[in-house]
């Protein structure tokens, strides 16, 4: 079974100032772990995702996420907050060795809000 | 990135009455889309797996004969509510993975309100 975890129902920063969202992760193979972002009253909007490859990923709006397979993370990291980057943010892992492996697991979701 | 168009956005209907929600892949096949159902603060619940040219499969819990589920081409499948009851009234998002890159793309998301 795989599983994901997001310990912060919500994490709050300044405008300007480093976040990170947390994200844990559990599969019995290899994972490919994706982050998304959902505004309210809308579906959610892929990240960025690690397949395979260096362990830190880039991805939409200046986010980036690093993969620690020893801690079983994947954390989302931004150097300087937005405004607009308050949204709802999920993290979700799918095993690349399960053969009915089309289904994303998804964490339970973070709220961001980001203060000016 | 891949798109997928979920439609409608909204839609308010009487109780005892039926409502189809439709889901396409825009510029990617895809054999498989998800149907996800999510309540207020929550996360996405997996609700069902459609298969392109068969049928549906559904998570535990949830009644096959309550949320009809098609997917009759490799770019559209349909979730239909049948005899929506208030309770029913929730966010429908459906899913489907771009073969191409691996990553799942989402619809925006349908809003039901069951009055």
């Known amino acids: 079974a795989q599983s994901v975890a997001q310990p912060e129902d919500q994490v709050n920063v300044a405008e300007g100032n480093p976040l990170t969202v947390k994200c844990t992760y559990s599969?019995?193979?290899?994972?490919?772990l994706f982050w998304y972002v959902q505004y309210p009253n809308r579906g959610l909007q892929f990240l960025l995702k690690y397949i395979t490859g260096d362990n830190l990923v880039k991805g939409s709006y200046g986010f980036e996420a690093e993969f620690n397979k020893s801690q079983t993370s994947f954390h989302l990291k931004k150097p300087s907050a937005l405004v607009s980057d308050s949204a709802l943010y999920f993290c979700?892992?799918?095993?690349?060795?399960?053969?009915?492996?089309?289904?994303?697991?998804f964490g339970g979701g973070t709220r961001l809000m980001v203060k000016p | 990135g891949a798109v997928v168009s979920q439609h409608p956005s909204r839609v308010i209907c009487k109780s005892g009455t039926s409502v189809k929600i439709e889901c396409r892949s825009l510029d990617f096949q895809a054999t498989t889309m998800f149907w996800y159902r999510q309540f207020p603060k929550q996360s996405l619940m997996l609700m069902a797996t459609?298969?392109?040219?068969?049928?549906?499969?559904?998570e535990q819990g949830v009644e096959k004969d309550k949320f009809l589920i098609n997917h009759a081409s490799l770019t559209l499948s349909t979730l239909t509510v049948t005899s929506a009851h208030p309770e029913d009234s929730s966010f429908y998002i459906c899913?489907?993975?771009?073969?191409?890159?691996?990553?799942?793309?989402f619809g925006q998301g349908t809003r039901l309100t069951v009055v």
């Open positions: 899913s489907a993975r771009d073969p191409r890159g691996r990553v799942a793309f």
């Open positions: 599969v019995s193979g290899n994972p490919y």
């Open positions: 979700a892992v799918r095993d690349m060795n399960n053969n009915a492996g089309n289904m994303l697991t």
């Open positions: 459609s298969n392109e040219g068969s049928k549906a499969t559904y």
